[in-house]
């Protein structure tokens, strides 16, 4: 009887070890990641609904810019009758220390949102590697960790 009884925990053990390993890999395929995040950004006109540098709200600089990502990795930004032009992409750079990466959503690990612009200064600001942190059909959000002093900036464009 106490046989029967290790039998039936050793298989229970095995069960729920295979359970746990099969449901562990739902990390998709970063190109994917990165043909997905680039059609979805190309889908229409997006505006910065918040960005902050260092804890410093700064959403307002930005308002009434009208953000278009090209299909040729041209960025057109807007206001009333200017037009400004960066460049941008969306990239996988394995940067092979995955313990330094914090973002809780691992089908993002490693996939920089570039922006490139090199003037004027305020959209140099938005000038960065950025790590998407979170995005739905309507809304990316970004952040970026400074290498200098360690501090974070966040971007978020919301589909106008």
Same mark, same amino acid.
């Given at each position: 009887?106490?046989?029967?009884?290790?039998?039936?925990?050793?298989?229970? #053990?095995? #069960?729920?070890?295979? /359970?746990?390993?099969?449901?562990? @890999?739902?990390?998709?395929?970063?190109?994917? *990641?990165?043909n997905?995040?680039?059609?979805? #950004?190309?889908s229409?006109?997006? *505006?910065?609904?918040?960005f902050a540098?260092?804890?410093?709200?700064?959403?307002?600089?930005y308002?009434?810019f009208?953000?278009?990502?090209g299909? @040729?990795?041209?960025?057109?930004?807007t206001?009333?009758? @200017?037009?400004?032009?960066?460049?941008? +992409?969306? +990239?996988h750079?394995?940067?092979g220390? @995955?313990? /330094?990466?914090?973002n809780?959503?691992?089908?993002?690990?490693?996939?920089?949102?570039?922006?490139?612009?090199?003037?004027?200064d305020l959209?140099a600001?938005l000038s960065?590697?950025?790590?998407? #942190?979170?995005?739905?059909?309507t809304?990316?959000?970004?952040?970026?960790?400074?290498?200098?002093d360690?501090?974070?900036?966040y971007?978020t464009?919301?589909?106008?």
């Amino acid at each position: 009887m106490k046989e029967l009884k290790i039998l039936w925990m050793t298989v229970g #053990v095995m #069960v729920a070890l295979i /359970a746990c390993n099969t449901g562990n @890999d739902t990390n998709p395929d970063p190109q994917a *990641v990165v043909n997905e995040v680039s059609t979805l #950004v190309k889908s229409g006109d997006w *505006v910065i609904t918040y960005f902050a540098q260092d804890n410093i709200d700064e959403t307002s600089n930005y308002d009434g810019f009208t953000f278009v990502f090209g299909s @040729d990795g041209t960025l057109t930004v807007t206001k009333n009758s @200017d037009v400004l032009t960066g460049t941008w +992409s969306v +990239s996988h750079e394995d940067n092979g220390d @995955d313990s /330094a990466d914090d973002n809780p959503h691992p089908e993002f690990e490693d996939i920089d949102f570039n922006i490139h612009f090199t003037a004027p200064d305020l959209m140099a600001e938005l000038s960065e590697d950025w790590e998407i #942190v979170s995005h739905t059909d309507t809304k990316i959000e970004l952040k970026h960790v400074s290498g200098g002093d360690g501090g974070v900036d966040y971007l978020t464009f919301e589909k106008k």
